[in-house]
């Protein structure tokens, strides 16, 4: 079993819906997560940052945490077509990278 | 632009074959992460180095090694090419602080592609 499970999709949502992507994960030690979106053949940029469980809001994007059932989640509000790209979820037990594991990543389609 | 450059870009080389893929990090960041993405396998985390000095080991091959310079720049050699070894590889850089967390920076990679 991987440390970190991703449904890879592809998803396919019509412009304006909410997207929600979603990652579980077995490790109760990871306290940091992350959301990294990724446009094809480009580096991952990173979209969400939090530190153990609640609730995140930047802009149309929100990440959840709920660590008691290891499930972490992105909601995309609003979704443009710019928002196509595949989206990483991350996570990692303390500080220092080196240990950052990676979902397989979900691919998003917004149509116009 | 995260601040993170990498080059080449692109790069295809004969099997058997030695390439070095460069890195500059995000200025003042002192670590150095080197990642390779395939399609199959997904971001795999390769090499770490801190201000210099290896700090982690991932799921690096023996055929490749890695080194951090002076100037914080760092390279990623890759040596004895193999057609599996085609990937995007990935540097990425942190900031030393502990309220950056793990936040890392990656750079729009280097293609590598190996016939």
């Known amino acids: 079993q991987k440390e970190v499970e991703q449904d890879p999709g592809p998803l396919s949502v019509p412009e304006g819906a909410i997207v929600s992507l979603n990652c579980t994960y077995s490790n109760s030690a990871f306290q940091y997560f992350m959301w990294y979106r990724q446009y094809s053949r480009k580096g991952p940029e990173l979209l969400m940052y939090t530190y153990s469980s609640g609730n995140k809001e930047d802009g149309r994007f929100t990440a959840q945490v709920d660590k008691s059932s290891k499930y972490i989640s992105l909601f995309i509000r609003d979704s443009q077509p710019s928002d196509s790209a595949t989206y990483l979820c991350a996570m990692s037990m303390k500080t220092g990278a080196n240990n950052l594991f990676f979902g397989t990543g979900t691919r998003l389609t917004v149509i116009p | 632009d995260s601040g993170v450059t990498q080059t080449p870009k692109h790069l295809i080389t004969a099997t058997g074959q030695r390439v070095t893929l460069r890195c500059s990090p995000r200025s003042g960041d002192l670590s150095v992460y080197w990642y390779q993405q395939s399609l199959d396998q997904g971001l795999q985390f390769l090499i770490q180095y801190y201000n210099g000095e290896e700090r982690a080991k991932g799921n690096i091959l023996e055929r490749f090694s890695a080194q951090q310079f002076p100037d914080l720049h760092s390279e990623l050699n890759l040596s004895s090419l193999e057609l599996g070894d085609s990937a995007l590889y990935f540097c990425?850089?942190?900031?030393?602080?502990?309220?950056?967390?793990?936040?890392?920076?990656f750079g729009e990679g280097s293609w590598l592609t190996v016939v």
């Open positions: 990425a850089s942190s900031a030393p602080t502990v309220s950056s967390g793990n936040t890392i920076y």
